[in-house]
């Protein structure tokens, strides 16, 4: 009993900082939701209690005003172009670097590494100016593209990483068959490593599902732009509307919430079965 009691003692501090960290997490999330059901004078009276009157025509309001119908039609697109794109580049990178046994191998990984660490703000002058001669801008091809070389550094890290850890004897046995390289690919590493792919694409849909930067810069055509720029319709010149704006970042939310609740046991799996192995 005294054993018992020890270990239970000796738990309660990491029970401690594990709910503070999932109140300052949830908090403010619920805080959002609170807010998407009042007006904006409510929530400049009381911005951290519940609503007086649940104002559910809020949200009806937002989606007509923010036009979501068509900027969510445009995320859409462009987060699936991005995860698809994505996917094909780092896919074969990594299992270049992973299997095929290059020279200069881990340099290149290296390289990649670091290009993780580089801020995009750093280019988006000259790539607009590219962007331009190419005849790229305000197209949804032009944002893919910039999406696809911003993920693909990590993305070819994660999944490098990941076709490390997959046994030899699969793959060793393929070639003694005769398998091609793109055959072992096909009918051995990719069924073995589905896991990390699905890791990877959440990532990279989660990345450019909220990416504002590129966005309002790339795209000026209202029909094209993606729901990441749809708060700006519920400002005017010297106001905003708190109680839109409020609901229209739970719709935007939405959807990565529940695609990662329905997803987060394959996410996990990936991360811990080699997704973060060297």
Not at 199 to 216: C, D, P, Q
Request: charged content about 10%; glycine content about 8%; overall charge positive.
């Amino acid at each position: 009993m005294m054993l018992k009691a020890g270990r239970e003692q000796s738990t309660l501090p990491n029970h401690i900082v594990l709910t503070i960290l999932a109140l300052v997490a949830f908090l403010p999330i619920l805080t959002l939701v609170m807010n998407s059901f009042k007006t904006t004078a409510e929530i400049g009276a009381n911005p951290l209690g519940v609503p007086g009157v649940w104002r559910v025509e809020n949200y009806i309001e937002a989606w007509e005003v923010g036009n979501y119908g068509t900027i969510l039609k445009n995320s859409i697109i462009i987060t699936g172009g991005t995860i698809v794109g994505t996917l094909v580049l780092a896919g074969l990178g990594a299992y270049a670097l992973a299997r095929l046994k290059l020279r200069g191998a881990d340099l290149l990984t290296f390289y990649f590494l670091v290009g993780t660490s580089v801020p995009a703000q750093l280019f988006i002058v000259p790539l607009f100016i590219m962007w331009r001669d190419l005849s790229l801008l305000n197209t949804h091809l032009g944002l893919i593209i910039i999406y696809c070389g911003l993920s693909s550094p990590f993305a070819t890290y994660l999944l490098r990483s990941y076709l490390i850890s997959l046994p030899e004897e699969f793959v060793e046995a393929a070639r003694i068959d005769g398998a091609t390289n793109w055959q072992v690919l096909r009918h051995i590493i990719l069924p073995l490593s589905w896991p990390g792919f699905v890791t990877a694409a959440l990532v990279v849909g989660l990345s450019s599902w909220n990416e504002f930067l590129f966005a309002v810069t790339f795209l000026n055509n209202p029909d094209l732009k993606p729901i990441s720029t749809g708060l700006f319709a519920f400002q005017t010149r010297y106001s905003r509307d708190w109680g839109l704006t409020n609901a229209g970042a739970v719709i935007m939310i939405l959807p990565i919430v529940v695609l990662f609740l329905f997803l987060q046991r394959r996410f996990i799996e990936g991360l811990t079965q080699g997704g973060l192995k060297a």
